[in-house]
C-alpha cells in the first residue's frame, strides 16, 4: 500500500496558512507530508518564500505526520548547518523526519554572491555535502576541503538513528547517480513510461529505501476554473533543464512563460474537477511501485481540494500510514 501525503509549497502560500493546511490535510486523512525550501518563487505571481526549517518545527508539533523537505546543501546552505537542522529535527521528531537532498536551483542559490557552477561541479558539490552531513549525523568530527569547506564540525545533537537522505532526480543518470549514496529517492510527475524507466534504473543500480513520488494538481469544481488556476501559478514551472535550474529570478521565469498556452499545463499538471479522474492518476502512480505520493495542489486557496479530496479521492485509494 502507498503513503499518500501532502505537499506544503512556501513559495506559493504563507507560513501560518501553510499550518493550517496540513493541520487539516492530516484531519482529512492524508498519512505523511513534505515541503519545499526556497528563498525565491518560481513566479511573481507566487509571491511568497517562507523560511522551510522554521516551518518544519511548528508543522511537526501541531501534527503527527512524517515530514520531509527538499533542499541543496553546498552554497546557500553550508552542509554542517544543514546537518544541525536534521540533526535537531530528528532529536525532537525521532523517526518522522527524512530530507531530499539536490544540486538546487540558481533562482534560490544566486543570493551568496557566489557563481553559480556548472552541472557537473553542483554534482560533485552535492556528493561532498551529502559525505559531510552523514558523517556529521553520525557524530563525527568532520573536517573537510573541497567544493565545501569545513573546519572540524560536530553536531551535538543528533537522535539515535540518522534521519533518511533522499536522492532528488528527474533524469535516469540522476537516479543512478543517488542509487550510489541515497537512502531513497524522490521525483516529480512525468509519463508512466519515464516513471517506470526511473524507478527500474535507481533499483538496478543498487538503489535502496523508499521511492517517492511528487505530484502536482489542480483541482476546483469547474473544470476551466482548475485551468486556469494551474496556469496563473504554475506556467512558470513547465520549462525542463537546464533552464529551470539555471533562470535566476521570479520575473525572469515570469517573462519565459508569458507565451505558455493554458493547455500546455496538462504535461505537467493533472488538472481535472472530477475527483474520481484524479484517484484513478494517484491509483496508476501508485501501481507503478512507488511506496509515497505527495500532492501538490497549486493553486494557492488550499481548504477547498484538501476537503474534497479527503472525502472523495482518498476513500478510492488503498492509503497508509509511514
Keep these: ?82 546537518a544541525q537542522a536534521i540533526g535537531t529535527l530528528g532529536s525532537m521528531y525521532p523517526g518522522r523526519f527524512w530530507a531530499a537532498l539536490g544540486t538546487g536551483e540558481a533562482s534560490n542559490e544566486h543570493i551568496t554572491g557566489a557563481a553559480w557552477p556548472r552541472k557537473e561541479l553542483r554534482t560533485e558539490r552535492l556528493a561532498q555535502s551529502v559525505d559531510v552531513i552523514r558523517r556529521l549525523l553520525q557524530g563525527e568530527e568532520v573536517s573537510h576541503d ?11 545533537t543528533r537522535p539515535d538513528e540518522p534521519p533518511a537522505l533522499l536522492g532528488a532526480a528527474v533524469s535516469e543518470q540522476t537516479a543512478k547517480w543517488c542509487a550510489g549514496w541515497a537512502d531513497g529517492l524522490i521525483t516529480v510527475n512525468a509519463d508512466a513510461d519515464t516513471l517506470r524507466r526511473l524507478i527500474a534504473v535507481y533499483k538496478e543500480a543498487g538503489g535502496r529505501g523508499k521511492v517517492c513520488l511528487q505530484v502536482h494538481l489542480s483541482y476546483a469544481a469547474d473544470e476551466d476554473k482548475a485551468l486556469a488556476l494551474a496556469h496563473d501559478q504554475w506556467r512558470s514551472n513547465v520549462f525542463p533543464p537546464p533552464l529551470c535550474w539555471d533562470v ?8 519565459a512563460a508569458e507565451q505558455v498556452p493554458a493547455e500546455a499545463m496538462h504535461k505537467t499538471v493533472r488538472i481535472s474537477s472530477d475527483p474520481g479522474r ?36 482518498l476513500p478510492q485509494l488503498e492509503v497508509t500510514r509511514p
Design 248 to 255: 535566476d529570478t521570479a520575473e525572469s521565469f515570469d517573462l
Design 278 to 313: 484524479h484517484a484513478e492518476w494517484l491509483n496508476e502512480y501508485a501501481a507503478l511501485g512507488f511506496d509515497a505520493i505527495y500532492l501538490h495542489h497549486v493553486g494557492q486557496e488550499q481548504t477547498e481540494w484538501i476537503d474534497v479530496f479527503g472525502t472523495k479521492v
Design 146 to 156: 573541497g567544493l565545501v569547506t569545513v573546519d572540524r564540525a560536530k553536531v551535538w
Design 1 to 82: 500500500m502507498t503513503v499518500y501525503g501532502f505537499h506544503a509549497s512556501h513559495e506559493q502560500v504563507p507560513p501560518a496558512d501553510l499550518l493550517q493546511a496540513v493541520v487539516r490535510a492530516e484531519q482529512a486523512g492524508f498519512t505523511a507530508a513534505m515541503c519545499s525550501d526556497h528563498f525565491s518563487p518560481w513566479s511573481a505571481r507566487q509571491g511568497q518564500s517562507g523560511f522551510a526549517w522554521s516551518w518544519l518545527g511548528a508543522a511537526l508539533q501541531a501534527t503527527d505526520l512524517s515530514f520531509g523537505v527538499v533542499n541543496a546543501p553546498g552554497q546557500r546552505y553550508h552542509p554542517a548547518i544543514i
